[in-house]
């Protein structure tokens, strides 16, 4: 695998969620920098024993309404 994709979603409090797609990986941060690091982070653990992907992808949702 050459890439791993996260899906990031903005909570309410400001906050961020990422999600991997395809693979059991989710971790949370306050900043964008904070989930940057907790991403690799939960991605070296995930992959400890295996090759881990050489790329990883954040992938920004952002759900807007306008009235």
């Given amino acids: ?5 996260f899906q990031i979603t903005q909570e ?3 906050g961020f969620v990422a999600e991997a ?3 059991s990986i989710i971790t949370q941060a306050e ?3 904070e989930l940057r690091a907790n991403v690799r982070e939960a991605v070296t653990a ?7 992907p050489s790329r990883l992808r954040l992938h920004l949702v952002r759900d ?3 009235a």
């Fill in 21 to 23: 797609l395809g693979e």
């Fill in 31 to 33: 900043t964008w920098e």
């Fill in 1 to 5: 695998m050459n890439e791993l994709v």
């Fill in 64 to 66: 807007e309404v306008l």
């Fill in 46 to 52: 995930f992959y400890f024993d295996r090759p881990s």
């Fill in 12 to 14: 309410a409090d400001g």
